[in-house]
Each structure stands twice: as structure tokens, then as C-alpha cells.
């Protein structure tokens, strides 16, 4: 930078002070004079510009200084952020690390369970199929025996003698006019001729459950009826009647179940004669034997 404006003036007011001194001594032109009178206007001129630039740069430098400062507390500030940051992604890394490690060990625990699954699943479709085989082979034994007892009963009037497969079972309905006088459990010579036709059948199946229900109407049994009580007497009687001339002709005891059902399994709830004709029957319910398929069911 040049050198102070002030101190130039004063330097140059000094050396004009000799020489106007010097030429008021003398003789001097008026031009002469006029001249020396503007020369030092131009230096104060001079000098004036001279300090407004020095106040400007002052001014300036003041500034520049002040944005230093501020530059270098924002230098300060970020350098804090910057490794705060670092800091961050460092523990960051850390916990993306262990969450990885945990991940990786649980997918592997996973996967695992899944093949142990995926082996669980396969032996149970291996069941499932099993299952539905063996029912398969169940309805399709139910509809043979079904048609089998159908053809062998073919003579016998529909209104004495129904058959029907339902929940898996043959019912063979027979009517009370079919088997049994009124009030009475000895089997009649044309309700046995049509018992022995299901015998012939029944005993070339041992595989077949068959269970003989008796069932009544609601009409109060006579007083004085020997060796009756009530309807479920003479149902159960009716019941035993049939399972034993079954036995008598082939079938084995064990396939047989009697049981009365007395008047509380009505066709027909109505209290008319027909109705109560309809109730008044006997049903044989042939079952083939489950036990293959209820001990899977048990495993």
C-alpha cells in the first residue's frame, strides 16, 4: 500500500510553506501566484479523496475480518457436525453388523424349521391321502353291500322292506306287517324268509357290523300283556327276536347289536294311523367295520 495520505500532505504543506515565504520575499507574478494557489487546491482535493478511500478500505478490512470469524465458527460448527456424523455411521455400521448377524442366524433357525416342516407337511398329505383312500374304499364297500342287500331283498313288496345308505350306513327298513303280529316279537314265517335273504348275505361278510333297532309307535301297550312292560319291551324283544334268527342262520354273534328304540325315533311325529303304521318297523343298519380307518384317526 502507498504511503499515508496525511502524512503526504502535511510533507508537502511544509515544503510549501519555504517557498511562498521564499516568494513573498520576492517579487513574484500575479500568474505565478495563481498558479501555486491552484496547485495546492488539486492537493487538497487530493488529500480529501485520499482519506474517504482510506475510511472505505478501513471499512472493508473491518468487514473481511468479521467474515473470517464468522467463516471459522462455521468451520468450527461443521468440523463438531462432521464428526458427530462420523460417530453416527460408526455406530450405524456397528448395529447393522449385529442386526446382520442376527438375521443371518434366525433366517439359518428358519430354514431349518421349514425343512423340519416341510417334512411334517409331507407325511400328512402321505395321512391325508391314506384317509381318503380308506373312505373311498369305506362308501365304495357301503355302496356294494348297499346293492348286494338290494338284490337279494328284490321280491319283497317297497312298502314292507326300504333300503337306503345314509351317514354311510345301509338301512334296511322291514315293517311291523312284514315281521310281527301286533303286540307280539316272534318273527312270522314270510318276515323270516326275508330275514334269512339278508342272513345269506351278511354271512359271506363278516367284515359288516349290524346293529337291529325295534321301534313302536306311541299306543300304550295292553295291561296284562305277559312278559311286556311297555313299548320298550316289546321293542327290544322284537330287537333280540331278529339278531337271534340271524345268528341261527350263519351270521356271527359278534357282527350283531340289538337294541329298542320304543317310540322316540318316529318316521313320522303325526298321531295318525298312518303314521303311526309307518313308526311301528324295524330297522337293521349295516355298517362295514371301520377299525383301519379310526386307528389312523387315533395315530
Known amino acids: 500500500m502507498s504511503a499515508n495520505p496525511s502524512r503526504t500532505s ?3 504543506l511544509l515544503l510549501a510553506i519555504p517557498c511562498i515565504t521564499l516568494l513573498g520575499s520576492c517579487v513574484v507574478g500575479k500568474k ?10 488539486k492537493l487538497d482535493s487530493t488529500l480529501v479523496d485520499l482519506n474517504g478511500k482510506h475510511k472505505t478500505l478501513n471499512a472493508q478490512h473491518d468487514a473481511l475480518n468479521a467474515r473470517t470469524l464468522a467463516l471459522l465458527k462455521d468451520t468450527a460448527a461443521l468440523g463438531k457436525i462432521r464428526r458427530g456424523l462420523v460417530f453416527d455411521l460408526q455406530t450405524a455400521d456397528r448395529n447393522y453388523s449385529a442386526l446382520m448377524t442376527t438375521s443371518n442366524k434366525q433366517t439359518l433357525e428358519l430354514s431349518k424349521k421349514n425343512a423340519t416342516l416341510g417334512k411334517d ?7 391325508v391321502q391314506e384317509l381318503e383312500g380308506l373312505i373311498a374304499d369305506k362308501e365304495r ?4 353291500l348297499r346293492d348286494r342287500v338290494a338284490k337279494s331283498l328284490l321280491g319283497f313288496n317297497e312298502k314292507d322292506l326300504t333300503i ?6 345301509v338301512y334296511v327298513s322291514l315293517s311291523e306287517q312284514l315281521l310281527f303280529a301286533s303286540g307280539r316279537y316272534d318273527v312270522d314265517p314270510k318276515g323270516q324268509d326275508a330275514l334269512k335273504t339278508l342272513a345269506g348275505v351278511l354271512r359271506k361278510d363278516t367284515s359288516v357290523n349290524v346293529t337291529i333297532e325295534g321301534h313302536t ?3 300304550p301297550m295292553r295291561a ?4 311286556m312292560k311297555d313299548n320298550w319291551d316289546l321293542s327290544v324283544l322284537r330287537a333280540t327276536s331278529i339278531a337271534r334268527l340271524l345268528a341261527d342262520e350263519g351270521v356271527q354273534g359278534h357282527q350283531l347289536i340289538a337294541s329298542g328304540r320304543s317310540k322316540y325315533l318316529p318316521l313320522d311325529p303325526q298321531k295318525t294311523t298312518d303314521a303311526r303304521t309307518k313308526n311301528r318297523r324295524t330297522e337293521i343298519i349295516l355298517t362295514p367295520k371301520l377299525d383301519d380307518l379310526f386307528k389312523m384317526l387315533g395315530n
Open 164 to 169: 337306503q345308505v345314509k351317514n354311510g350306513k
Open 141 to 144: 364297500a357301503t355302496r356294494e
Open 121 to 127: 407337511l409331507a407325511a400328512r398329505e402321505r395321512r
Open 224 to 227: 296284562g300283556t305277559a312278559g
Open 32 to 41: 505565478k501566484y495563481e498558479s501555486l494557489l491552484k496547485d495546492r487546491n
Open 217 to 219: 309307535d306311541d299306543v
Open 10 to 12: 502535511r510533507y508537502l
